[in-house]
């Protein structure tokens, strides 16, 4: 599937060997065996065939993504431009269809563990390292409360500018930035963020999967490692931040330069490097 998105806008086919050859694919998805691959895979099939003008089809595709584990719900703003209506309900059919099964054998029990998981992986409680850019700028139960605010202006923002020919860029910073301000301990969930760090080439993104490695690497035992994890997600905020920088720098001045060639008169020759 990268191989055929690489294709479509014309780059080179080689750069699917950024996850096919990835360490971290190979640790993650081979060697743990972690589902988040298949998610991944399902969020780039329902983004291919939106792009490809089918709607129906490509909730479908994210219906399956969500039922395999919930997390791939973050990549839904980035998916919502083209007749949302149809593709919001093909994806919730699908869904429901899928659990239809469970519910009937397990009733309640479906959830499973995810109320104590979000309780011990301290989403739901003061310190660690949750939500760990907020933790440096406020305490008790805000860092729950500018996250949850961040969250929403990044999904907002995605909503507002995804388009067909920025599709890719704009699913590597909905599920980069959520990655990033949520700050999860497990770094295979980063598996749904790769192939669109490959299709948009924004490779800066790459520093969140690190910082993520990073963390679980460093497991919290005693308070001076809260500290290290929060560095850890600053350093990778910045690389973020330059790349948006340098990518907005070199915009203006290809602007500008497009602008003093149209400027140049019809036969005029060359505008001056001076």
Known sequence: MLIIALARRSLPLHLAAVWAWSPFVQLEA??????????????????????????LRSGVAFGAAVATKLIPVIAAPALLFKRPVRFIAAALTTFVLLYVPYLAVAG???LGFLPGYLKEEGYSQRGGTRFGLAQLVSAGPWPQVLSAAALAAVALWVLRRTRPGNAWEQQTVMIGLTLLIVSPNYPWYALMLLPFIVLSRRWEYVAIILALDAIYMLPIKDPFTVPVHQAVLVLAASAVAAGVWRRRRRELQLAVLAGLESSTPDGGG???PG
């Open 108 to 110: 309640a029990g479906v």
């Open 30 to 55: 081979v060697n743990n065996a972690h589902v988040d691959l298949l998610g991944g895979a399902l969020i780039l099939t329902a983004g291919l065939l939106l792009t490809a003008g089918k709607p």
């Open 270 to 272: 060359c505008v001056s």
